[in-house]
């Protein structure tokens, strides 16, 4: 018992620090923006509306617009319809470039940062840029962690649960099988409890200890809360019902009642993950159940077999123990892969998507090792048809081997539930790429020039100036002139016409064949006597 615990912790350590990090904790992509990033609009918006992939919920006071002059350009509070998001902007929006910065919960409990800046009229200095909102390493790992350690539990209570109350020989004590059924009640409970306080700094990007008593409550409010108090509700009903299951002093309708209260436990963690949040919720969240249910009672009656029966029980006792065990398994193994192929199907979206992304390559990693699994399983049904009752030995060295792979599957599993799903990891990089450009801020004695190159690589670029005052109002410009040269390359000054757009706008095309840093220099003039000139350097590769 006791080596067969340490080969369970090694496998499953070594599973949890081998396995590749997940690369995105944001299970919804941003789709599309209004006004659009990094566009100019000629007037104001009454409210900038961001539109996700999937629902999400607003993270309290990390949703903001930061205007031009440094100052909250948004007004009231945030609203979301579905996957849509809209912030309302002041009446008084001045002309310039604003920040958007939001933190958003997706529909599977994982939250989503970012930012884009949009600008009203022309551009101008960028405002200041808020603090990077991101998502700790450590409290993503240890989210992971204490995923797979309620998986463990879940096994841990289920097996002893189900071969005590229908298949434990009278004769042998249930001391040991209790402790196990009690430790998996414990760990259930634990990882319940750790994953909702994790779940604070996890959605307002904090540090492990820095969340308050506020963010418990809007995650005790959530979707993703309300499911793991009702396991913890669900759980202590479990523990009250299974102490006259195991005593003998149950009956049918106690019986009925802790079915009723397995169901709906199973159905919380689907409620909480992945499965709530794809095309079709309702299918995903009960195939999700079902998938639980089936290795629960699968790898639970593994553990049984392997740790009490095929050690304590006779030959007697194990010929008509095996039959049983050998019916429950194949049922439970069929719904395990019946439900797991849905749910693929439902997640991947896309046969490329299985081999692209790296939510589809743990699904291959966790189907190959499901694959051993099984055919460890076929040799142990070989094996009790065989009549492994007066020969245990070989049948409990292949249950073992089953329960050693299934250690490292729960750990892949918990990987999964930090991975983007393959269907959104490819809808985003489906997604067109938003326009880099070069934008910097160049200032005289005179005025301030803000210049735009776009693409700022090889080949023909256009170029945007846009003049003002110190005081940040438009400066009426009488005359523009652009040259371009690489230094470093012998190329000297060569102008290029710039085109009057507005008072303090100008346009002009210019053709950069060679790659480096390319100084472009601009003389403008705003009135007969009144004339300066600036350098940008723009790196063209």
Same mark, same amino acid.
């Given at each position: 018992?006791?080596?067969?615990?340490?080969?369970?912790?090694?496998? *499953?350590?070594?599973?949890? !620090?081998?396995?590749?990090?997940?690369?995105?904790?944001?299970?919804?992509?941003?789709?599309?923006?209004?006004?659009?990033?990094?566009?100019?609009?000629?007037?104001?918006?009454?409210?900038?509306?961001?539109?996700?992939?999937?629902?999400?919920?607003?993270?309290?006071?990390?949703?903001?617009?930061?205007?031009?002059?440094?100052?909250?350009?948004?007004?009231?509070?945030?609203?979301?319809?579905?996957?849509?998001?809209?912030?309302?902007?002041?009446?008084?929006?001045?002309? +310039? #470039?604003?920040?958007?910065?939001?933190?958003?919960?997706?529909?599977?409990?994982?939250?989503?940062?970012?930012?884009?800046?949009?600008?009203?009229?022309?551009?101008?200095?960028?405002?200041?840029?808020?603090?990077?909102?991101? &998502?700790?390493?450590?409290?993503?790992?240890?989210?992971?962690?204490?995923?797979?350690?309620?998986?463990?539990?879940?096994?841990?209570?289920?097996?002893?649960?189900?071969?005590?109350?229908?298949?434990?020989?009278?004769?042998?004590?249930?001391?040991?099988?209790?402790?196990?059924?009690?430790?998996?009640? *414990?760990?259930?409970?634990?990882?319940?409890?750790?994953?909702?306080?994790?779940?604070?700094?996890?959605?307002?990007?904090?540090?492990?200890?820095?969340?308050?008593?506020?963010?418990?409550?809007?995650?005790? *409010?959530?979707?993703?809360?309300?499911?793991?108090?009702?396991?913890?509700?669900?759980?202590?009903?479990?523990?009250?019902?299974?102490?006259?299951?195991?005593?003998?002093?149950?009956?049918?309708?106690?019986?009925?009642?802790?079915?009723?209260?397995?169901?709906?436990?199973?159905?919380?963690?689907?409620?909480?993950?992945?499965?709530?949040?794809?095309?079709?919720?309702?299918?995903? %969240?009960?195939?999700?159940?079902?998938?639980?249910? /089936?290795?629960?009672?699968?790898? +639970?009656?593994?553990?049984?077999? &392997?740790?009490?029966?095929?050690?304590?029980?006779?030959?007697?006792?194990?010929?008509?123990?095996?039959?049983?065990?050998?019916?429950?398994?194949?049922?439970?193994?069929?719904?395990?892969?019946?439900?797991?192929?849905?749910?693929?199907?439902?997640?991947?979206?896309?046969?490329?998507?299985?081999?692209?992304?790296?939510?589809?390559?743990?699904?291959?990693?966790?189907?190959?090792? %499901?694959?051993?699994?099984?055919?460890?399983?076929?040799?142990?049904?070989?094996?009790?048809?065989?009549?492994?009752?007066?020969?245990?030995?070989?049948?409990?060295?292949?249950?073992?081997?089953? &329960?050693?792979?299934?250690?490292?599957?729960?750990?892949?599993? *918990?990987?999964?539930?930090?991975?983007?799903?393959?269907?959104?990891?490819?809808?985003?990089?489906?997604?067109?790429?938003?326009?880099?450009?070069?934008?910097?801020?160049?200032?005289?004695?005179?005025?301030?020039?803000?210049?735009?190159?776009?693409?700022?690589?090889?080949?023909?670029?256009?170029?945007?100036?846009?003049?003002?005052?110190?005081?940040?109002?438009?400066?009426?410009?009488?005359?523009?002139?652009?040259?371009?040269?690489?230094?470093?390359?012998?190329?000297?000054? &060569?102008?290029?016409?710039?085109?009057?757009?507005?008072?303090?706008?100008?346009?002009?095309?210019?053709?950069?064949? !060679?790659? /480096?840093?390319?100084?472009?220099?601009?003389?403008?003039?705003?009135?007969?006597?009144?004339?300066?000139?600036? #350098?940008?350097?723009?790196?063209?590769?």
């Amino acid at each position: 018992m006791t080596r067969w615990r340490a080969l369970a912790a090694v496998v *499953g350590f070594l599973a949890l !620090t081998l396995l590749p990090a997940s690369p995105a904790y944001a299970h919804a992509a941003l789709l599309r923006t209004s006004p659009p990033a990094g566009s100019v609009v000629p007037e104001a918006p009454k409210e900038v509306t961001l539109t996700f992939s999937e629902p999400i919920a607003p993270v309290h006071d990390k949703i903001r617009i930061v205007g031009p002059d440094g100052e909250r350009a948004d007004r009231g509070t945030p609203t979301v319809d579905g996957n849509v998001l809209k912030i309302e902007l002041r009446d008084d929006a001045p002309r +310039g #470039t604003y920040l958007v910065s939001y933190r958003v919960i997706s529909a599977d409990s994982h939250p989503i940062p970012g930012g884009f800046t949009f600008s009203v009229g022309a551009p101008s200095a960028a405002p200041a840029a808020l603090p990077e909102e991101k &998502v700790d390493t450590t409290i993503r790992n240890l989210i992971a962690a204490v995923k797979v350690i309620g998986y463990a539990g879940l096994v841990l209570l289920v097996g002893p649960v189900l071969v005590l109350a229908l298949l434990w020989p009278a004769r042998l004590s249930q001391r040991g099988p209790r402790r196990l059924m009690w430790t998996g009640f *414990g760990l259930v409970a634990l990882a319940t409890l750790a994953g909702l306080y994790l779940q604070a700094p996890y959605t307002t990007g904090t540090s492990l200890f820095g969340a308050t008593a506020g963010d418990l409550g809007d995650v005790l *409010g959530s979707q993703y809360g309300i499911a793991l108090l009702v396991r913890l509700a669900l759980l202590g009903v479990a523990a009250f019902l299974v102490r006259p299951l195991l005593a003998g002093r149950d009956g049918i309708v106690d019986r009925v009642l802790l079915l009723l209260v397995a169901a709906g436990a199973a159905l919380t963690w689907p409620l909480a993950g992945h499965p709530a949040a794809s095309p079709v919720p309702a299918v995903s %969240v009960v195939v999700d159940a079902l998938h639980l249910a /089936g290795a629960a009672v699968w790898l +639970g009656g593994l553990v049984m077999l &392997v740790a009490y029966l095929l050690r304590l029980a006779d030959s007697r006792e194990l010929g008509a123990i095996l039959p049983i065990w050998s019916r429950w398994a194949a049922l439970a193994v069929s719904t395990v892969l019946l439900a797991g192929v849905v749910s693929a199907l439902i997640q991947i979206g896309t046969p490329a998507a299985l081999v692209e992304t790296t939510y589809g390559q743990l699904l291959i990693v966790k189907t190959v090792l %499901v694959g051993l699994v099984l055919v460890a399983a076929y040799f142990a049904r070989r094996f009790t048809l065989r009549g492994a009752a007066d020969n245990p030995r070989p049948l409990r060295r292949v249950v073992t081997v089953e &329960v050693a792979i299934a250690a490292v599957v729960l750990a892949v599993t *918990g990987a999964l539930t930090q991975t983007t799903p393959a269907r959104t990891a490819q809808e985003t990089a489906q997604l067109p790429a938003q326009p880099v450009i070069y934008s910097t801020t160049l200032t005289s004695s005179q005025w301030t020039l803000q210049v735009e190159v776009d693409p700022a690589k090889l080949g023909d670029n256009a170029v945007h100036l846009y003049a003002y005052k110190p005081d940040g109002s438009p400066q009426p410009v009488v005359e523009w002139k652009a040259t371009a040269s690489l230094p470093s390359a012998g190329v000297e000054k &060569v102008a290029f016409p710039m085109l009057k757009l507005t008072d303090n706008h100008a346009s002009g095309q210019v053709s950069l064949p !060679t790659p /480096g840093d390319w100084q472009l220099t601009f003389t403008l003039r705003t009135s007969e006597i009144d004339q300066a000139s600036v #350098t940008a350097t723009v790196p063209i590769s």
